[in-house]
């Protein structure tokens, strides 16, 4: 499969001509873990950058759909939870996200439903692997995505909309008002999702079915609304950016019809309320500037469970507790930032960090809790001869309810022009979450509950990223080779109780470890760009701790993707990643047995056409390869006997078509 692609492609490339210049994105600039603006190619972190250019490809609805073509990143797809991310080997409890700089809150089973982030003004994606904690905090340890939205849209009037044969239907529009220094942005999206199971009748428009089996649903039906409003000053020396969102979600999940006449079922009800406040001011000058960041950010999930008849489509609200549950977290930030350039050779940051999260809910210990949050951190860039750029910084934290760590860090650029060289060394931690600390929840199927003595996760990583570009009047090549390691310690993990067998609780119990390697080959030349990656990481097994079995098992992911102009108008997107089969060691009794996760491909295409300079019409398939479940096997071939041996990947091979028009 792999050959074919790279031939078509090759093909291709020789049709392929523009008349945009040929070193377009080479020099992305960059804000995520920086003292100053600057471009990618010289910060002394790898960052990683998603162009506004990739996102507009037509191909992507939400943040989980970019991410799951990413080297060094891996989904997961939960049919109600959500999708959820992986950064080298790490879970998504360790990955920070950020939208300008405000971290995501409203984590379940630690990770951030991705598939709630939506794409809309965004004008781009910055990542960055490796710790980051010194700056942003608990959670970066694993790697942080911080996204950028577009404050000043150079057009006041933008509707979209999409539709995929799998029964998705999506409408946004934007309207913007700029004048004298000033802009206004309201921005609204409804997104929704028909739900989907294998085998299920194509249907252009949602249409009402009847109450028997093929009420349920395999990929639950969800509903999304999203409601912004920006305001944004500029004058010379002064930005302001505040803004209000709120975002609202409905995911549906009927029962299957209940025996024996099959006349009711339980249905399921998720709702999910998010509500964003923030502002972002800049004071500036030519030596020194002062950043402040202000936010509040409400997250809640209702769960609720009917007893439905379906002959009467009666519904009535069933009163085990277990069945029913409201949790809500609200996030107030304060962050204050000033950075210094003495000279050219002499950058220096420090800032002060003061936040409190609060849960509330039934199944949290008394109903509510407190959780606040105080910090310290700077930063010190030192460039030598133009050449070597120190980057020392620590990172000082108190915290009301866990005794939390010291965090330094320690990073090391040498830019020799067309070479780059960089070496990093840093901590990174995860504060206890209020849930794991606080956590109540006792009926006749349950018994957990948290541990007010946790400590925090600690890791230590070490990473190398060497890079080399070479450039002429016709084509830019770019090569990277990067290599980690990570190690986590008071890793947190729900287990056994050791006072109570009959009770589950949090406690500090693993550690952990990932490393690897990846490398990318990135080709520019006139109208094309072309990127080939490949990634090999190794996870921990802690079984090797007692028994004779590897210690780390290894996984390899590649990946292909280009982008082709022919001609101004037109423009070709191809994406494919292949994600390699994963090995993992597990207890049956007293035996230890091999299983592996299967390897798949993921094959998505579209085509950009743009009608008139206010109109643009794309179209295209995604998961082309119909990749739609994988198999768990153990080393005999067998299927595991659990139930959970099919890993949902996709819903098949789809279509779709999206309409955007700009004024």
């Given at each position: ?9 090759s093909?291709?490339?020789k049709q392929?001509?523009?008349q ?15 003292l100053?603006e600057k471009?990618?190619e ?5 960052v990683r950058?998603?162009?506004g ?5 037509g191909?992507f ?10 080297l060094?990143?891996?989904l997961?797809?939960d ?10 080997g790490?879970s998504?409890?360790n990955?920070?996200?950020?939208i300008?700089e405000i971290?995501v809150i409203?984590?379940l089973?630690g990770?951030i439903?991705?598939?709630?982030i939506s ?7 910055e990542?960055?692997?490796g710790?980051l ?5 608990t959670?970066?340890?694993?790697g942080?995505i ?5 404050k ?5 009037k933008i509707f979209n ?5 799998v ?7 934007m309207?913007?008002n ?9 921005e ?7 739900g989907?199971s294998?085998?299920q009748k194509?249907?252009?428009?949602p249409?009402?079915?009847l109450a028997?089996?093929?009420r349920?649903k395999?990929?639950k039906?969800?509903e999304?609304?999203?409601?912004k409003i920006q305001?944004n000053?500029q004058?010379k020396?002064?930005?302001i950016y505040?803004?209000?969102e709120?975002?609202?979600e409905?995911?549906t999940?009927l029962?299957l019809?209940r025996g024996p006449?099959s ?6 009800y998720?709702?999910t309320?998010?509500?964003n406040?923030g502002s972002?001011?800049d004071l ?5 500037r ?6 509040y950010?409400s997250?809640?999930?209702q769960k609720?469970?009917f ?7 009666s519904s009535?609200l069933?009163q085990d507790?277990s ?25 220096y940051?420090i800032g002060i960090?003061a936040q409190?999260e609060?849960?509330r ?8 809790q ?5 910090a310290?951190f ?10 070597i750029t120190f980057?020392p ?5 108190y915290?009301t309810k ?5 965090i330094?860090?320690?990073?090391v ?9 960089r070496?990093g060394?840093a ?5 206890p979450s209020l849930k794991e600390l606080?956590?109540?929840?006792i009926?006749i199927?349950?018994n957990i509950?948290?541990n007010?003595d ?6 230590s ?5 060497n890079s080399?570009?070479y450039a002429?009047?016709?084509v830019?090549l770019?090569?990277?080779v ?17 006072t109570n ?12 470890k990932?490393k690897?390697l990846?490398?990318?080959?990135r080709i520019?030349i006139?109208?094309?760009?072309v990127?080939l ?9 802690k079984l090797s701790n007692?028994?004779?079995?590897t210690k780390?098992?290894?996984?390899t992911?590649y ?5 082709i102009?022919?001609g101004?108008?037109t ?9 390699g089969r994963?090995?993992s060691f597990?207890m049956?009794?007293?035996n230890i ?6 390897a ?6 579209s ?6 300079e ?5 179209m295209?398939g995604?998961?082309l390869l119909n990749?739609k479940n994988?198999?768990?096997t153990?080393d005999l071939g ?8 099919n ?8 279509f779709?078509?999206?309409l955007?028009f700009?004024?």
């Open positions: 499969m792999r050959y074919v692609l790279l031939c078509i492609f093909c291709y490339l392929a001509y523009c945009d210049t040929l070193f377009r994105d080479l020099k992305e600039v960059v804000v995520t873990g920086q100053t471009s990618a010289d910060a002394v972190h790898k950058v998603i162009s250019k990739e996102l507009n490809s191909l609805t939400d943040l989980g759909q970019v991410l799951e073509k990413e060094n990143i891996k997961s797809q049919n109600v939870l959500g999708s959820s991310i992986s950064i080298q790490m998504g409890q990955v920070k996200i950020l300008d971290p409203g984590r089973n990770n439903d991705l598939s709630q794409l809309n003004n965004i004008e781009r994606i990542i960055i692997e710790p904690s010194t700056l942003y905090g959670d970066a340890l694993a942080t911080n996204i950028i939205t577009n000043n849209p150079s057009f006041k909309t999409y539709y995929e044969t029964g998705r239907y999506n409408f946004d529009f309207l913007s700029n004048q004298n220094h000033k802009t206004i942005n309201y609204f999206a409804r997104n929704y999702f028909n989907w294998e085998n194509f249907k252009i428009i249409a009402e079915e028997d089996e093929n349920f395999q990929w039906p969800k999304q609304f999203i409601n305001y000053l004058r020396n002064l930005k505040n803004y209000v709120s975002f609202c409905k995911i999940n029962g019809p006449y006349e009711n079922a339980f249905d399921e998720y709702h309320y998010r509500i406040i972002n001011i500036i000058n030519d030596q020194r002062i950043k402040i960041l202000l936010a950010n997250y809640v999930r609720e469970t007893y439905k008849d379906l002959t009467t489509l009535i069933v507790p069945s029913q549950d409201t949790s809500s977290f609200n996030l107030m930030l304060a962050k204050v930032i000033i950075s210094t350039g003495y000279n050219n050779n002499l950058e940051q960090e409190s609060t849960a809910g039934d199944r949290i210990s008394n109903t509510s407190v959780k606040s949050d105080y310290l700077s930063t010190m860039e030192y460039n030598l001869n133009n050449i980057r910084s620590a990172r000082f934290i915290n866990y005794k939390a760590p010291f330094p860090a320690f990073n650029l040498i830019d020799l022009n067309q070479y780059k060289f070496l060394l901590q990174g931690y995860r504060a606080y956590m109540e929840f009926d199927n349950h509950v948290g007010g946790l400590l925090a996760e600690e890791s990583n070490y990473h190398i990223n080399y570009t002429n009047s016709n830019v770019k090569t990277e990067n290599l980690f390691y990570n190690a986590i310690t008071n890793k947190i993990d729900l287990t056994n109780s050791t067998d009959n009770q589950y609780s949090y406690f500090n119990v693993e550690e952990y990932t690897g990846s490398t990318n080959f520019l006139e109208g094309a760009e990127n990656g490949l990634a090999h990481t190794g996870r921990y097994n007692s028994e004779n079995i780390f098992n290894f996984s992911d990946s292909l993707s280009t982008v102009n022919f101004s108008k423009k070709l997107n191809m994406f494919y990643k292949n994600v994963l090995p597990w049956d009794e007293d047995v091999e299983s592996y996760t299967d798949y491909s993921l094959l998505d295409l085509v950009n056409r743009r009608i008139s206010s109109f643009i019409f794309s295209g995604r998961n990749i994988i198999k768990r153990n067998e299927v595991h006997s659990s139930s959970n041996n890993v949902p990947i996709g819903y098949g091979r789809t779709f078509m999206s955007n700009k004024l």
